[in-house]
């Protein structure tokens, strides 16, 4: 079973931030916190992962409670191409397998 | 970035027919690959990690003799689809990971396979 979960959809305005968040309440100390996002007949996209502190790429911005039992993705800037399924994973490392949840929709609103 | 190839991207065949699906690495070694299925509206389901010059690791209730997986050198895995029926139709997707344990995984684009 998937050790995440996370709300089935979102809608978001466009040039808004979008904020997707994810409960992990029994990730263990040495697990990371991954997020991919899938447009509709693709593969899943890397977007950003983190194991306590907080991290910022050109994509989005990931923030990691304390307690690390929940994170949430920040899209700065949604745009209508940000409308995907996003995944929240919880894993060892980019080695070990991947248990999907069920993500969340979010769908970006002009 | 890290690149995975995914091939072919979409197959159409008659029931009976054995297909195989490739999944390249195309910028660093995987010695571990994964294989998923997505059936439409659903999320993906882990089949089997792919495990470089060993057998691969089949995720219960997944039939290993149906599908067959190959992963003769670091950066491809082979996923044959032996004698498909038309439940066997579905998004099959691939992916890698570096061999950094801080590396994500990375994912092919996927192989839509529908039987006739």
């Known amino acids: 079973d998937a050790k995440t979960t996370q709300p089935p959809s979102m809608d978001c305005a466009e040039g808004r931030a979008a904020n997707l968040p994810c409960n992990h309440s029994?990730?263990?100390?040495?697990?990371?916190v991954y997020w991919y996002r899938q447009i509709h007949s693709q593969g899943p996209q890397y977007i950003i992962h983190?194991?306590?502190n907080n991290e910022t790429n050109e994509m989005a911005s990931l923030i990691i409670t304390e307690d690390r039992k929940s994170s949430t993705l920040i899209l700065p800037h949604a745009t209508l191409r940000d409308t995907a399924v996003y995944y929240c994973?919880?894993?060892?490392?980019?080695?070990?397998?991947?248990?999907f949840g069920t993500g969340t929709r979010l769908k970006v609103l002009a | 970035g890290a690149v995975v190839s995914q091939h072919p991207s979409r197959v159409i065949c008659k029931s009976g027919t054995s297909v195989k699906i490739e999944c390249r690495s195309l910028?660093?070694?995987?010695?571990?690959m994964f294989w998923y299925r997505q059936f439409p509206k659903q999320s993906l389901m882990l089949m089997a990690t792919?495990?470089?010059?060993?057998?691969?690791?089949?995720e219960q209730g997944v039939e290993k003799d149906k599908f067959l997986i190959n992963h003769a050198s670091l950066t491809l895995s082979t996923l044959t689809v032996t004698s498909a029926h038309p439940e066997d139709s579905s998004f099959y997707i691939c992916?890698?990971?570096?061999?950094?344990?801080?590396?994500?995984?990375?994912f092919g684009d996927g192989t839509r396979l529908s039987i006739l």
């Open positions: 992916s890698a990971g570096g061999d950094r344990r801080n590396q994500p995984q990375h």
């Open positions: 029994t990730i263990s100390g040495n697990e990371y």
């Open positions: 983190g194991l306590k």
């Open positions: 994973i919880v894993a060892l490392s980019g080695t070990y397998k991947y248990i």
């Open positions: 910028d660093f070694q995987a010695t571990t």
């Open positions: 792919s495990n470089e010059g060993s057998k691969a690791t089949y």
